[in-house]
């Protein structure tokens, strides 16, 4: 399978942290496709490029779609099982930097990428939740760094002829372990599925063995990543197809509404965004 980058920076080291990911989760024995080659330079096929392993299978949201009661329950169990083994991983097998001492210092990291982000936003009370976060990291502490997916939903989860689970789509860092079950949870409240996501919190939760104490927090902070991360590409004078911007912005209406809900509910910050 060949996977193209963007021919920038950004996607040079986007593709260099995919095969990073590949080849040391791999060597910890976690389901991640087997990684060929790494090319970093945009000549050859014009933007970077990772071949790895194609894995035949459908995406665990398909499986799901069509599964019974029973089985549902089996996939969102594996999904949950997919999880909750790279946290347990030590996260200098990606990130060779030694934990820092400062249980906020990831906070603080993601806090900073936000205002970074939402300067010059159109939609200016992002950045009063943004100081909702940062008058609640108090409460909300880093116990143990994890190696965070940062997109770990269930069409990034495939399920190979033999339902076996494999993970793909990496841009991973390290961080809290909250970051990527809140966004697991968002992402399928946003799409629609919040019956996928309150299950997914519940399996969580047994599995583990503890509350997911603070996920409120991380769930208005991943909703707020989310927002920054699709609203640029609503900004008019960026050059892109008509036809495509068209069809964007009708399929972020409903997922950006139940955003501005989620944010209202938790914040009592009320963001108004015209699509």
Known sequence: ??????PTALGREHAR???R???QLRAADYAVPQGILLEADAGPLGSPFVVMEHVPGVSLWQAYETA?????ATLTAGFVDQLLPLQ???PRILQSAPAP???YSYLDHELALLRRDSEGSPHARLSQV?????????TVPCERPAILHRDYHPWNVLVDDEEHLWVIDWDWQVGDARFDLAWTCTLMERSGFGSFSSDVQDEYERQSGRATEGLDYFKVLTTLRWLLNV??????EVPVDLAARAEFRAFLVDPVRRAQTLLAEHTGVVVSMQL
């Open 68 to 72: 019974d009661a029973s089985k549902r």
């Open 88 to 90: 347990a991983l030590d």
């Open 101 to 103: 001492a400062d249980p």
């Open 21 to 23: 990911a590949l080849q």
């Open 231 to 236: 609203l640029p590409a609503e900004d008019p």
């Open 1 to 6: 399978m060949l996977k193209l980058y963007a």
């Open 17 to 19: 942290r995919e095969w």
């Open 130 to 138: 943004i100081q909702w976060l940062e008058q609640g990291k108090g």
